[in-house]
């Protein structure tokens, strides 16, 4: 009834719901997606709705991503909303449990370290990573053997997750945790991943075992980083040159050094930060490839083209190779597109914000305003899957960027000029009204951008160049129940060694 009385018309309108507190949780949770499909339908591209007690309002479109992307972070904040899910798992004093102004700064501090220097090694690392767990990954049984008609399964998921945590120790987090993976570390991992969820966001404490177990991985792998600076430290720190080595030189602004419980806690924000998102890409990535083996063909050849030697096989890839393989630039434009790893961006209002005319038709007193205390959301999920800006939106199509004219390539070209500037001080809101932004933009854009693409590609290339792909059955949906979208288990790829 109370939905039904008369509003401050200067409101944005608000979803229907029947269960007070808890609104629309269950319709959102289920399928964002849909779910602001059929509101746009009802409310327009600007509208309000309840999430366990919260209301948000959600804009919708490349205006609307431009609205919340591109605020102003005194009025628009990250910290209020993720903090309560980040800062138990990363630790203290870092990422969403600091200043803006000091998240800033410790972005610029890793993306020193992310050099094209670093990515010119970390691309034989990968390989030989991926190639590693083929060769002995029991699931990869059919690879192993000579037997190039025989066909096997892995789960696609469970491989990525595996194959992603590999690669990114071996490269960002340093030679002593990929050492130390299978002796402990991995153990930890999962104990704080399974921290890492919308339960775990909702309510920050609850007397259950993944509290509880969250905590202690926390503590111990915060523990297991203060050793490693330990040991550099009394051995030659100069030995070292990886992300690690950099923060431990690095300084703020005010001249103070990062202290080390800082340091431990980027690392661990880094791992979680890369981890869903890259594995979930690439797995759908290969799940594509899999149902399209016409198209997993082509970059094969582009593989073949570039690659292979005169008696078979292939040679080691560069860096510098990478920005020369149109097809699988494509494959994985095309997969970041469908299936953003993140679906709502959000930020907490800090004071009234008026929503821009041309975004949502006018209230009758001219423009909606978003009260202080509500949260925004923006979705480029959905904008990068609606059909006003994609011609067939929902087929994988990665053919659509390589027309150097054409909408996507433009769109991307736009995007990657944006990446260029500095999220420094002050800054940003530079391309942030468009529908293409699955790393997101503004003062918050993503800071692994460039190390994602380089992971991704690299693990599709070597997966690519050693087996055939197949998918049977109806193609998985996309699971919106844990923090990041993953493909619907079970994901099983069947696969056999070329010939
Ligand atoms: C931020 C996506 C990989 C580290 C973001 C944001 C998006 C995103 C959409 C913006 C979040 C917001 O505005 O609230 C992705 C995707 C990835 C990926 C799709 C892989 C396919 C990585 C990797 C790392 C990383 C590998 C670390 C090496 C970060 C960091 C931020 C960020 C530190 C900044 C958060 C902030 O400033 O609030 N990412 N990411 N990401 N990402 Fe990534």
Request: charged share 25%; net charge negative; aromatic share 12%.
């Amino acid at each position: 009834l109370y939905q039904m009385l008369p509003r401050d018309p200067s409101l944005p309108p608000l979803v229907f719901h029947w269960i007070p507190w808890f609104g629309s949780a269950a319709q959102y949770g289920q399928d964002p997606v849909e779910f602001f499909v059929s509101c746009r339908e009802k409310y327009g591209n600007v509208f309000t709705f309840v999430l366990l007690g919260k209301r948000v309002t959600v804009t919708l479109g490349p205006k609307g991503n431009d609205f919340v992307f591109g605020g102003k972070h005194t009025v628009v904040a990250a910290e209020e909303v993720y903090s309560s899910l980040t800062t138990p798992v990363f630790g203290s004093d870092v990422v969403y449990d600091c200043p803006n102004e000091t998240l800033m700064e410790q972005k610029k501090f890793v993306k020193v370290s992310l050099t094209t220097d670093k990515f010119r090694q970390y691309v034989g690392m990968i390989e030989d990573e991926v190639t590693q767990f083929m060769d002995n990954e029991p699931a990869f049984r059919a690879y192993q053997t000579s037997n190039t008609n025989e066909w096997g399964t892995f789960s696609v998921y469970k491989t990525m997750a595996e194959v992603t945590i590999l690669t990114a120790a071996r490269t960002l987090q340093g030679k002593e945790i990929r050492d130390y993976m299978s002796k402990g570390f991995a153990d930890l991992y999962h104990d704080l991943d399974h921290g890492f969820t919308p339960l775990h966001w909702m309510f920050e404490n609850l007397p259950l075992p993944s509290y509880w177990k969250r905590d202690d991985a926390q503590r111990k792998m915060t523990e297991f980083y203060q050793s490693i600076m330990n040991k550099r430290r009394a051995g030659n720190p100069d030995d070292y040159d990886d992300v690690m080595a950099s923060l431990m030189v690095q300084k703020y602004r005010d001249g103070r050094p990062l202290p080390d419980h800082e340091i431990a806690h980027i690392m661990i924000a880094l791992l979680m930060a890369g981890q869903h998102t890259s594995s979930s890409s690439a797995s759908w990535a290969l799940l594509h490839l899999a149902d399209r083996p016409d198209i997993a063909e082509l970059l094969y050849q582009e593989q073949v083209e570039h690659f292979g030697l005169p008696g078979g096989g292939f040679r080691g890839m560069m860096f510098d190779d990478l920005k020369k393989l149109p097809m699988l630039d494509a494959v994985i434009r095309e997969t970041l597109r469908m299936h953003s790893p993140i679906h709502s961006i959000m930020r907490y209002v800090r004071s009234d914000l008026p929503v821009p005319q041309g975004l949502a038709a006018p209230s009758e007193d001219g423009v909606y305003v978003v009260p202080k205390g509500y949260t925004v959301m923006a979705s480029p999920a959905l904008s990068q899957l609606d059909p006003l800006y994609w011609k067939d939106a929902n087929m994988w199509d990665p053919s659509r960027w390589l027309d150097a004219s054409g909408f996507a390539a433009q769109a991307r070209k736009q995007y990657d000029e944006s990446s260029k500037v500095d999220f420094g001080f002050g800054l940003v809101s530079k391309g942030t009204e468009s529908p293409y932004l699955p790393f997101g933009a503004g003062r918050h854009r993503c800071i692994g951008e460039q190390f994602a693409l380089l992971q991704i590609g690299m693990v599709i290339s070597t997966i690519i160049r050693r087996v055939e792909l197949r998918y049977e059955g109806p193609f998985p949906k996309p699971d919106y129940s844990s923090m990041m979208v993953t493909p619907q288990q079970p994901c099983d790829i069947l696969y056999r060694r070329r010939k």
